[in-house]
């Protein structure tokens, strides 16, 4: 039997990253009619219990619909690589709504691995699951750190403003 060019991780990863931007394009459905792949070939796709994983053009189909870069990530980070974005202007009025997004995933993923660790054995079940928060989580990462990027690049701001200027309307 051959080696598999990739590893176990990586296609683990890339099954959360397909089932992460299938998600955000509205679900199996909706993915295959972007895809133009049936819902069964979208649902083995992201199971982790299929040997099926997404083909590129339907990786980039779903990725220019929900405009988040789920899988190629995933592709770069296996090749020790990141992407970059440019960087987005935000004030600190967008970084306090981030940091709120980034807290609660924070918490979620938390309380994921508390209660899987409860028994003092994490199941594969439960390994998934601290996954799928551990995506939410990272993608509130990004955003945080895109929020922040823009600062440094455009200058301070304040969370102030945003504030006084909803007091001042009568």
């Avoid at 190629?72 to 090749?79: G, I, K, L, Q, S």
């Avoid at 102030?160 to 009568?170: E, H």
């Amino acid at each position: 039997m051959a080696e598999r060019p990739v590893s176990e991780h990586f296609l683990l990863r890339l099954k959360a990253a397909t089932r992460d931007a299938i998600a955000a394009c509205g679900g199996v459905e909706r993915s295959g009619e972007i895809t133009g792949l049936s819902k069964s070939q979208i649902s083995r796709c992201q199971s982790v219990g299929q040997p099926d994983v997404i083909d590129l053009p339907a990786a980039m189909a779903l990725e220019r619909d929900c405009g988040v870069p789920f899988i190629t990530t995933v592709m770069a980070e296996a090749h020790g690589r990141r992407l970059s974005d440019e960087v987005a202007i935000a004030g600190a009025a967008s970084v306090l709504d981030r940091y709120g997004t980034l807290m609660r995933h924070a918490a979620d993923t938390a309380a994921q691995i508390a209660l899987a660790l409860a028994d003092h054995t994490i199941t594969p079940a439960e390994a998934e699951q601290i996954d799928r928060t551990l995506a939410q989580q990272e993608a509130a990462i990004r955003e945080m750190r895109t929020a922040c990027a823009g600062i440094r690049a455009n200058g301070a701001t304040s969370a102030a403003a945003p504030v006084a200027s909803l007091r001042a309307v009568p």
